[in-house]
């Protein structure tokens, strides 16, 4: 099992200003070859302080390129529906170049009703503005003198560059939250899948449905399946607790105030089911995932305990993505609990 880092930023500017946020987020990831973390992932969304300070992914991940020799960089996700594909094909080809072939790229669809709202564009279009930017972006990033006619974009004659550095393109993920066919999806057409850490059997069956398509479209392997979790790591349960808790609520906070308008009237054929989710989301605590094991905050043996237990329920992932600096954390104790975990879990837990 491999581990790194998930920045995903959730605060307000009177919180943390940007540089000061920034400056904290590249001195983490500064750590991870020493503490032998295998990536950095940062996330796509926009105007709210859930996400707001990660516009662009793939800026970030540049600066951090330059603070790391082997990590991988992973866009968790970008949105094909607010961008352009010819300009997302050239901004991925520039950062495989600039990080020497580190990138990987995880595409998903978005979900917030304010997002669609300020760039104008209709939920309603979401999934055929994927499926058309993700099949043009995967067409000018493998082919030169490349053409399409889409709904939403067009070009002709086209030749991407800079050309990727990895062939024929950086490994791609999809993300994916309780619909069967995203997973579907995402191993008929051999890419990664990260998703969020479902109850124990949801998550086993929608495992097995990735791993099945995978293996039905003749793929090698199994896939390669990743979540996100909660992770503070301390010499005690109550510092742990006592510090990460409040953190992690302000971060769930900020996601049911961000999605708010899937309670208050946003619907749309495209995403079923997610007033339903988006209502279970609101009613989340950082105390009930712990309780239920999809939070990882305690002691070393704490969360290695954890980690064999949720491994063992969900049929086996390949990735863990920490989440150790949600809301308002500080960096300090972000970065004792990193070096905490590194030391006395990841031995213990890589083999799995």
């Known amino acids: 099992m491999q581990f790194g880092l998930n920045f995903f930023p959730c605060v307000t500017p009177e919180q943390k200003p940007a540089e000061q946020y920034f400056r904290e987020a590249m001195h983490l ?53 607010f961008n352009h594909p010819l300009k997302m094909a050239g901004e991925i080809g520039m950062l495989d ?35 058309e930017g993700l099949s043009q972006i995967t067409a000018l990033l493998g082919g030169e003198n490349v053409s399409a006619k889409g709904e ?3 070009f002709q004659n086209v030749t991407s560059l800079p050309r ?9 993920w999809i993300a994916a939250t309780t619909t069967p066919e995203t997973f579907a999806f995402a191993g008929t057409n051999g890419c990664k899948v990260m998703a969020i850490p479902l109850e124990p059997e949801k998550m086993r069956s929608l495992i097995g449905i990735y791993r099945d398509a995978w293996r039905a479209a003749g793929h090698p392997g199994n896939g ?51 007033d339903k989710l988006i209502a279970h989301v609101s009613s989340e605590t950082a105390e009930r995932q712990l309780e239920n094991g999809s939070a990882f905050i305690g002691t070393p043996a704490d969360i290695v305990e954890m980690l064999h237990g ?43």
């Not at 070859?33 to 707001?52: A, C, M, N, S, W």
């Not at 709202?117 to 939920?123: E, H, P, V």
């Not at 993505?321 to 590194?342: C, D, Q, W, Y």
């Open 29 to 81: 990831c500064s750590l991870t070859d020493e503490l032998g973390l295998t990536h950095i992932r940062q996330v796509e969304h926009y105007f709210k302080p859930y996400g707001g300070y990660s516009p662009n992914p793939l800026l970030f991940l540049t600066a951090a390129a330059m603070r790391t020799r082997n990590t991988r960089l992973i866009t968790g996700a970008v949105l094909p529906a």
């Open 97 to 131: 170049g600039i990080s020497g072939g580190r990138l990987e790229v995880g595409f998903a669809r978005a979900f917030l009703p304010h997002e669609f709202a300020q760039f104008g564009i209709s939920l309603d279009e979401s999934r055929r503005r994927f499926s």
């Open 152 to 154: 939403f974009h067009s």
């Open 164 to 172: 990727p550095t990895q062939a024929p393109h950086p490994p791609f």
């Open 224 to 274: 390669h399946v990743m979540n996100t979790f909660f992770m503070f790591c301390a010499p005690t349960r109550e510092e742990a607790t006592a510090t990460a808790l409040g953190p992690c609520n302000q971060h769930l906070r900020g996601l049911a105030e961000s999605a708010k308008e899937w309670l208050t009237g946003a619907s749309t054929k495209d995403y079923p089911g997610y």
């Open 310 to 352: 949720y491994n063992t329920r969900v049929g086996g992932i390949d990735s863990v993505s920490l989440h150790f600096t949600p809301g308002n954390m500080p960096v300090e104790a972000a970065e004792r609990s990193l070096r905490l975990f590194s030391r006395e879990v990841l031995p213990k837990v890589a083999t799995l």
